[in-house]
């Protein structure tokens, strides 16, 4: 059991910037990582995922250019460095690890997920 406590969501400006962080009760060079994230009415999707080196990362086209995940392995912790931030980008942001070594965006692709942590652009 892999347990994820996602934490730096709040509210920001368009234009902003936010830092998620999502500590793991695993090692995370164990696990490749993800962020999924849903709005209210909307299904849940997928905005990043990272290998369990770091040395592969995969965007959503709609985050690509503006977000960057990254992760510490001695920390077991991986970071969602947000930039640029629209309106459209607030929703929920779930943290999501799976012991599959492959980037999955599909929610189905992933094991175990956080509670989520809130975050709200305001225009």
């Known amino acids: 059991q892999v347990r994820l406590v996602e934490s730096g969501g709040g509210l920001v400006q368009a234009g902003g910037s936010l830092r998620l962080s999502c500590d793991a009760s695993?090692?995370?060079?164990?696990?490749?990582m993800g962020w999924f994230r849903q709005a209210p009415g909307k299904e849940r999707e997928f905005v990043a995922a990272i290998s369990r080196s770091g040395g592969r990362t995969y965007y959503a086209d709609s985050v690509k250019g503006r977000f960057t995940i990254s992760r510490d392995n001695a920390k077991n912790t991986v970071y969602l460095q947000m930039d640029s931030l629209k309106p459209e980008d607030t929703a929920l942001y779930y943290c999501t690890a799976r012991w599959h070594y492959g980037l999955g965006s599909e929610p189905s692709d992933y094991d175990y997920w956080g509670q989520g942590t809130q975050v709200t652009v305001s225009s």
């Open positions: 695993e090692r995370t060079s164990s696990v490749t």
